[in-house]
């Protein structure tokens, strides 16, 4: 797939586009002929990303995607080839302290997306981001797969749960009677990478307390998540948008993104790792934890690798030394737009099983 032919001219939608993988996605295809319309809040912190990224083809628009009158407005006034729907309220905490804003935005918001996709009367594709949070949690040993039950014990997981199901049946009975529509879910694991200054997110913790020389508290070292860069789900994204667009039988579809099985790493390696990119880090475990968090989830993505030939390429040692070197480089005050370029390079560079 060659990436600058595939968005020659595509006018591209992205909801989240101030959040962290919104801010990476944007600044990525940047780089081509492309016309960029963002949907989302202002970003939570002070310190974010999106301050930091390339622009130069984004109009930048600000409300509530609750709102579905503005956001129709939108759809129909910018006529977009491709939706990336990443807008959500992504941290699990947050969801258990206010749980209706998590509810209306992850679930109503999401609806809100699918009505306007479907107003749309052009050829569409569009990816909508849910999370390996969907799944019902029984701690299987072997991965989740597409197909297994959705669930969810915190807001959080069960609005993503709750997403997936408005997805499924707003596309058997609507969406799949447009055949100018092509849209599929997308569950991708944790990501870490730089850049991301958000509350309750391991590396993010880690750096914020690391740059000031400080110790940092660590709730559950040893639950297992699949970590991965957050180019690796963006990549996992942009394939799946060629594909559908390539292959009719995968329209409808929902694709897990994430580490094979014998990558799940404990909160602890990841943090060992760090330690070699960071000097100095120090850590601690909570004798208690706060809120209670399911401690082992592992994701299948066979079926990402079969139809789509993606699978993830990056160790997870070269995950963390990349997040970890980007925090080091953003902190010494290095060029963020050279520091992400570099990242956006070396990940293309080792991706060239995919993408020209
Ligand atoms: N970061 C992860 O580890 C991870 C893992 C699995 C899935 N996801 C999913 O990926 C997507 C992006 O995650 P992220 O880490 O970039 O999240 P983030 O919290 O950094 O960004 C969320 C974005 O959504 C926007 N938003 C929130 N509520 C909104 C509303 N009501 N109306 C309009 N915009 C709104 C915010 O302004 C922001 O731009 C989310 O759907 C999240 O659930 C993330």
Redesign the pocket.
Known sequence: MNLNNFFNKKKILI????????SWLVHWLSRYNVQILG??????KKLNLFKFINKKKLIDKR????NHKELEKNFLKFKPDIIYH??????VKRSIINPLETY???II?TANILHCINKLKKKTTSII?????CYENFNFKRGYVENDRLGGNDPYSAS?ASAELVFKSFNNSILKKNKKIRIATAR????IGGG?W?SD?LIPDCVKAWSKNKKVFIRNPNATRPWQHVLEPLSGYIILTYYLQQNKSINGCSFNFGPSLREVSSVKKVLKISQKFWKNAKFNSYKENLFKEDTLLKLNSNKAKKKLNWKKILTIEKTVQLTIDWYKKFYKNNNVKKILDNDIDYYLKMRNDLFK
């Open positions: 909801t989240g586009h101030t959040g962290f993988k919104g949907i989302s809040l202002n970003p939570y409300f509530d995607i609750s990443f807008a959500a309220q992504a941290l209306k935005t992850n918001g981001v849910t999370s390996d949070k993503k991708a694991g944790n990501v991301d958000s997110r």
